[in-house]
């Protein structure tokens, strides 16, 4: 069965409340959701959580899916806005507004680009974990600027915060990643 078309087949039997399409779904998608859902969390319980409620959202409003993007797109959305609506309730302010202070793979020598694969994920847990460090208003609107492409407009209205804020927390965000970079390089040795 094409992609398309077993996707339909599993949308299909979510919507006739089937478990095992459900599953399928579930599945399909966790790998990549659980990221977008880790980028907006602390630990990996809240993003699980997250992740959870996101699934939940998503199979009430399945029926709403209309075939004309993409549906990892759709889905992708709905786990962040699931992640957002998260941090809002935990920090009990919706304005998120803060006052703080070429690697190139494909070796022809397998051991080489095991190597090379070994150092990017590295690279990717340590900027992550910088990411990780940041507040959850410049982490948010890093997030949504940097990894989910939303302009600054629309990073505003989702958060209820101004252009001008968001432009500034992203500015700040870089700052701050710089300097959480540059400090645990320089105590690597």
Known sequence: ???????????????ENKRR???ELFKLYYGKM????????LDR???????????IKIFEKLEAFDYKGSFEGWIRRIMCNTA?????KNKRNPKLTDNENDFKIGSENPIIEA???????????IALEAINKLSPAYKTV????VMEEYTHK??????????????????????????ILKEKFMNIK
């Open 45 to 55: 319980d809240t993003a699980e959580e997250v992740l959870q409620k996101g699934f």
């Open 142 to 145: 890093f997030n949504l600027y």
């Open 84 to 88: 957002i609506d998260n941090i809002r």
């Open 1 to 15: 069965m094409e992609n398309k078309e077993k996707l339909k087949h599993i949308i299909n039997g979510c919507l």
């Open 21 to 23: 399409s459900q599953e």
């Open 34 to 41: 659980i990221s977008v859902c880790m980028r907006y969390t």
């Open 154 to 179: 629309e990073i505003g209205h989702i958060l209820g915060i101004s252009e001008g804020t968001s432009k500034s927390n992203l500015s700040k965000a870089k700052m701050n990643l710089k300097q």
């Open 115 to 125: 190597e090379e694969l070994e150092f990017i994920e590295m690279k990717a847990e």
